[in-house]
């Protein structure tokens, strides 16, 4: 007993020890869809972000909810989760007791920021999502502004929700609130052919625009009270900063530094300095007073959604497209720190061959390789230069091959166990939206937008044929014996293809683009999903599409075969996933949780573990039942197992995809192999 129960404390230590270093990790658990036993990314940054107003949180819009930030550590404190479609907008009230978060939705809700209690849900934008929230700075007020896509800005009860009026006149989406310091007045930016800034005054219990400000040549993006009231600031898409005196509407000065639209614009507490963020990837401050720039800070790599200063008198926040947070001295002019984890749209999945990893792709130019069991971030390779659409494993797991999309049309292979470069293939024209293996190892396949499929020679990359799909190729599958490839795309038709000599048949049926294809793991059924909404099972031998399912309202972006030969997963732009029988044609069981189009499903090779990839920029893991592959280790059939078999087995050491010695079916022959033959010695 002594040894066993030593056992059971040294896995007990050590399991504290893994928890205790790993605290950071304890967000992936947080407030989880039904059914999910991981988020794996924070989701992407969507809005504007907002410090309480004793800067102790840092509140963070994102594609999946609101997260919650300890303002001097940095550590996640909350998720806070509801909204159906991504977070827009957020803003804290006076006292820092209620959070209010607008959503794409259309919906508004009111938080406690220190218990996560949801409120109340103010309802009234039914026509456009929420771009924009202020809450009136005077308590006995006791207001929230929200403006919107419906072109209108709307008035609530800050305390419960419910909608007092509704102030029209804008005629484009309103994309900015704020109340003025006094809370005498209130603001309203105008976008996209509004160009405008309405203001509106408490005298009129704010039903009247008193004043409009026209100037900016396109969509005013974001507006700002300076801390006395005096000046007031507005950032457009025409690349500049306008400063007004909002109690005369005089137009005070411009400022032109900013090469691309200015997207966000912020007072610091004392006045003195004016932040602005922009598209031309820079946070720039300004002196309002003498109406000059006093520096620029270039630290992010992707276009600034957003800039708020802290309450200490020194801290700037910014928060960039290239998903990152970044902490300034504003006084020094020097960088601090940075919050990393919200992440990119998820654009493609894959398991390794053994489920020990899987790999992610996405916009953000890396790929991301994930401990499957943990959900831990054991590599990112970096290479593209563009968005990365694609990744596959090869049969034996060494090699991870990848296609780059948007900005960046090549192939890459990477050595996955030292997680580098092996060698780029540039042949495409254009991006490569699909890329498979071949079982057999032999062949790796990609799909373009340059309307072909390309073969290549999957341990040297040598180009072997150009397969002319005459559409765009979308998706990419070879069929269990290597024999066919699959593919579909723009033409609305999928194209069956012999390997060897590149002759193709139509399958007809689909009546839009068709995004993904998949053979069974015994060949004999194939699917195909489209933008029609729909999933056609195929038999492969008459090539005869014998049913179709369909449920999903938006266009179906993956599908996979699940190893029991009669469950099949489809993933949609419906933000859902639907599990099918595919012998009934009935789905059984409907997967939520995302908040944005899901693009991609990977299965484990067991089928234990789902992965799903939306838009939302997170992965979410899905647990099954695995299903035990049946192993045979009488390899010479003489109904023993003896060294005769483990010397078969050793005689085809080193052998990668389909060989007689590959025992366990992990696509290599190997030391694994043996130990499960010698396990079974004697066994008849």
Known sequence: MKPKCLLILTILFVSMLFHANVPAQDYTQWNLPEGAKARLGKGTITGNIQYSPDSSLLAVPSSIGVWLYD????????????????????????DGNTLASGSRDGTIRLWNPHTGEHK??????????????AFSPLLQIGLLA????????????????????????????????AFSPGGLMLASGGGHKDNAIRLWKA??????????????????????????????????????????????????????????????????PDGQTLASAGSDETVRLWDPATE?????????????????????????????????????????????????????????????????????????????????????????????GGSVFAVAFSPNGATLASGGGRGDTAIRLWDVHAAQPKASITSHKFGVESIAFSPDRKTLASGSWDSTARLWDADTGEHKATLKAGANVYT?????????????????TIRLWDVESAEYRDLMGHTRPVDAVAFSLDGVTFASGSRDNTVRLWETQTEQSHTILTGHTNRIKAIVFFPDGITLASGSWDKTIRLWDTQTGQPHTTLTGHTAGVNALALSRDGGTLASGSEDGTILLWPFTPVEPEVSVDLNNDGVVNIQDLVRVASHLGETGLS???VNGDGVVNIQDLVLVASHFGDG
Not at 120 to 133: F, I, K
Not at 476 to 492: C, E, I, K
């Open 71 to 94: 303002a001097d550590t940095h550590q996640e404190i909350n998720l806070l989760v509801g909204h159906t479609a991504p977070v827009s907008a957020v803003a804290f009230s006076p």
């Open 660 to 662: 007689p010695g590959d």
């Open 203 to 268: 005298t009129d219990n704010f039903r009247i625009a008193a004043t409009t400000l026209k100037g900016h040549e396109h969509g005013v993006e974001s507006i700002a009270f300076s801390p006395d009231g005096q000046t007031l600031a507005s950032g457009s898409t025409d690349k500049t900063i306008r400063l007004w005196n909002p109690h005369t509407g005089e137009h005070k000065a411009t400022l032109t530094e900013h090469t691309n639209e200015v997207t966000s614009v912020a007072f610091s």
């Open 292 to 384: 000059t720039l006093k520096t620029t800070f270039a630290g992010h790599t992707g276009f600034n959604g957003g800039v708020a200063f802290g309450s200490d008198g020194r801290t700037l926040a910014s928060a960039g497209d290239d998903q990152m947070i970044q902490f300034w001295d504003y006084i020094t002019f020097q960088h601090k720190s940075t919050i990393t984890g919200h992440t990119f749209p998820i654009n493609d999945i894959a398991f390794a061959p053994d489920g020990q990893i899987f790999a992610s792709a996405s916009d953000g130019k890396a790929i991301h390789l994930w401990d499957a069991h943990t959900g831990r971030l054991q590599n990112t390779l970096t290479g593209h």
């Open 476 to 492: 990419v599958a070879f069929s269990p014996d290597s024999r066919t490839l699959a593919s579909g795309g723009q033409g609305n």
């Open 146 to 177: 929200s403006g919107s896509s419906d072109k209108t800005v709307r008035l609530w009860g800050a305390a419960t929700g419910n909608h007092i009026t509704t102030l029209r006149g804008h005629t484009g989406t309103v994309t900015s609130v």
């Open 120 to 133: 109340a849900s103010p309802r009234g934008h039914d026509r456009g999502g929420v771009t924009s929230l």
